[in-house]
């Protein structure tokens, strides 16, 4: 039986727009974002929906967007498909729509929570004295000891582990910048300062731990319908009892992302669903399992020939019979010395019919060959882009059915923001790239009930 896994993406997914054409297409959206407008008394989803993007940026309003848009897209996907997890996590902030998931917390509460949070977060550190940085192509324990040597008596720290290769630290800008430094000067490929307004998961956040602690405290917590991961231990919560004071540590300590994904895998999930705005998670999930998806990439991507094979030899036939009749045609109308050239009878009619079949034939041809070129690139763009983790066989017939999954909720005019559902495996993709027809969702969702199980 197929194991899933739904990922929750966290803060700097955020974007004006996010949410709103599945809250115009589903009740149940509809429904969550007024939840959420009635549990914090303001038009979170206006924010959502339209902006200004500077509100939406700031971290007490990116957190409660982001959740409820991430809940949203779990309820619809859930009332539709019938699909439930076996698994869930979050990247920081999504750990708690992977607890609203899980029935830990409810949607209110987490909603009035993460709001909170945002704000204990920026009210932390002063603007401007806190800074983060990706460090890209160090080992862990390198990253661990350059920063270490870049304190002098400052913060820094790693923040996040996202995946290998990328690791993001946190501290005083100061101590960032020499930390980056450093980091360069030891092989590392970039070092990438981060447009955030504060150094977050580092120790610099302990004051907004603490009141977050406080703000948890009368917030009911019940048992969990599913396994979570939390991002502090890498591990699953091992009971409710231990949700409050793990949310409370996770803010101040670095988000263990890479081991958490490891985690699932070594539990047998099959595929993974990022549901919410954008698809950083599952980019990151490609680069943690990057052999094994190139190497399911290149098998599956034999079980594509066989049928291009067919098409392209058809095509072939027909241009190779378009060159013999069209020089036959050719020979007939050219005159040589001491030949008749034949203008009536069997051969009249013969010559005529060639020339029929080559005037109808000949674009088909052309048709057929484009079309072969054209699905392979479609089907390695397709390929690439899903992340293929464990992909079981069948992955081009579930292809075939959903590879148009970059299309609109509505069959009119849309233009296309890569929000909401991203699924690694299989794709009820939401991409912004590839493809050009745009299938209503509720014909994907029909797809997906057709090859997912």
């Known amino acids: 039986m197929t194991k899933w896994a739904f990922l929750f993406p966290g803060q700097g997914s955020q974007q004006v727009g996010m949410g709103r054409d599945i809250k115009s297409n589903f009740r149940i959206a509809a429904d969550t974002f007024a939840e959420a407008d009635d549990a914090l ?91 983060m940085a990706a460090i890209l192509g160090l080992e862990p324990e390198m990253v661990e000891k350059i920063c270490a040597e870049s304190a002098e008596g400052q913060v820094v720290s790693p923040a996040n582990f996202n995946c290998p290769g990328q690791i993001v630290i946190s501290g005083h800008t100061e101590a960032v910048q020499r930390a980056s430094q450093k980091a360069l000067d030891a092989g590392a490929k970039n070092a990438v300062a981060l447009a955030v307004s504060a150094p977050f998961h580092c120790s610099l956040m302990k004051p907004a731990a603490d009141r977050l602690s406080e703000a948890l405290a009368p917030v009911p917590i019940h048992p969990l319908d599913i396994p979570v991961i939390s991002n502090f231990a890498a591990d699953y919560y091992p009971s409710p009892d231990n949700v409050k004071e793990i949310l409370t540590k996770q803010v101040y300590n670095p988000v263990r992302w890479q081991a958490s994904m490891q985690r699932m895998l070594d539990s047998g999930i099959d595929r993974f669903l990022e549901l919410g705005p954008g698809r950083v998670l599952s980019g990151l999930l490609k680069k943690l399992n990057k052999e094994e998806t190139e190497a399911v990439i290149a098998h599956e991507m034999s079980h594509i020939k066989n049928y291009d094979i067919l098409v392209s030899s058809i095509a072939a036939v027909l241009l190779g019979t378009i060159i013999i009749l069209s020089d036959i045609i050719r020979r007939s109308l050219l005159y040589r010395p001491g030949m008749r050239r034949s203008s009536g009878g069997k051969g009249g009619i013969a010559l005529i019919i060639a020339a029929i079949f080559v005037s109808i034939a000949a674009p088909f041809a052309a048709m057929m060959i484009n079309f072969a070129v054209s699905r392979q690139r479609e089907y390695m763009a397709d390929a690439q882009a899903v992340l293929l983790t464990r992909w079981p066989q069948g992955l081009i017939a579930a292809l075939e059915k959903i590879r148009e999954d970059s299309g609109s909720y509505k069959q009119e005019d849309y233009s296309s923001s890569a929000e909401h559902m991203y699924f690694t495996s299989p794709s009820f993709l939401r991409k912004n790239i590839v493809f050009s027809t745009h299938p209503p969702l509720e014909k994907r969702i029909e797809r997906i009930k057709k090859s997912v199980y």
């Open 41 to 131: 008394n303001m038009h979170l989803s206006t924010l959502c929906f339209e902006g200004p993007e500077g509100d939406l940026k700031l971290t007490e309003n990116t957190q409660p967007a982001i959740l409820t848009v991430s809940i949203a897209v779990m309820r619809v996907l859930s009332s539709e498909t019938g699909i439930k997890p076996a698994i869930a996590a979050g990247h920081s902030l999504g750990e708690y729509s992977a607890l609203v998931t899980s029935g830990a917390l409810c949607f209110a509460d987490a909603v009035r929570t993460v709001k909170l949070r945002g704000r204990f977060m920026q009210e932390a550190v002063p603007v401007g004295i806190g800074a």
